[in-house]
């Protein structure tokens, strides 16, 4: 930051004070509860003889706006911080899937009109388009999208709390998915979610990676006591 008299010279000398403020609810985070703010080398000191004061700041691991304010003297300004993952588009909604997963924390469909679960690179998107659509086509059923990431990635906190993370989920190129066979399979009915035709599915996938030149990674997921959670977790990404 500079600091200059009112005809426009660098004023030497003075005091600087920083602050960081994030912006509430942007980033898709819908929820407050203290959100937190990255940390400056130097949050003071004075300018220097080019009016300036320079240090670093380190910003949070969340998607979203972090405002800076620089004050000193009885003069105070401020700069808004985009902290985001670039690039990253909303799938779009296409009948051969059903996109769900909002909470109140990060609204999403079904039961919010705004989407802020499934952003993605558009690799990402195109991939899920094609499953889902060659599945379809085979006689599968319409499956399900649950979390991808939010607007502008960083860390997912599913729970709203700024902590508990997402397995992964931050840089557009994971996908929740799930299909919705209730009885597959037979032995273990606990898992719900599964695709009906998952052998089906894993030559689509295949044949989707290679046509356009990804590498996709899927399973079943479990959580760390071993009880399922319902949904595939994907890694989609450019190159095989
Ligand atoms: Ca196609
Ligand atoms: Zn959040
Ligand atoms: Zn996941």
């Known amino acids: 930051m500079r600091v200059t008299s009112p005809s426009g010279r660098p004023v030497q000398g003075f005091p600087v004070n920083l602050t960081a403020r994030a912006v509430l609810y942007s980033g898709g985070h819908d929820h407050d509860g203290n959100r937190p703010v990255g940390i400056f080398e130097q949050n003071h000191g004075q300018t220097n003889e080019n009016g300036e004061f320079r240090t670093y700041y380190y910003a949070t691991q969340f998607g979203g706006i972090e405002r800076i304010i620089a004050s000193g003297g009885n003069i105070s300004d401020s700069a808004d911080l985009t902290v985001r993952v670039p690039g ?88 929740d998915i799930a299909g919705n066979c209730v009885i597959h399979p037979p032995n273990r009915p606990e898992e719900r979610g599964r695709f009906c035709r998952e052998n089906q599915m894993i030559n689509i996938i295949d044949v989707v990676a290679r046509n356009l030149n990804l590498q996709i990674n899927w399973s079943y997921e479990y959580d760390r006591q071993g009880n399922p959670r319902h949904h595939y977790h994907f890694t989609i990404r450019g190159g095989r």
């Open 88 to 175: 990253l588009i909303l799938l779009y909604d296409y009948p051969d899937y059903i996109k769900v997963g909002g909470t109140q924390n990060h609204h999403g469909p079904p039961d919010w009109q705004e989407d802020h679960n499934h952003f993605c690179m558009p690799e990402v998107a195109n991939a899920i388009f094609e499953i889902a659509e060659e599945y379809v086509d085979s006689g599968g059923e319409r499956i399900y999208i649950n979390d991808l990431s939010l607007p502008y990635g960083g860390l997912f906190d599913i729970e709203g709390n700024w902590d508990t993370p997402h397995n992964s989920h931050r840089k557009g190129e994971n996908a």
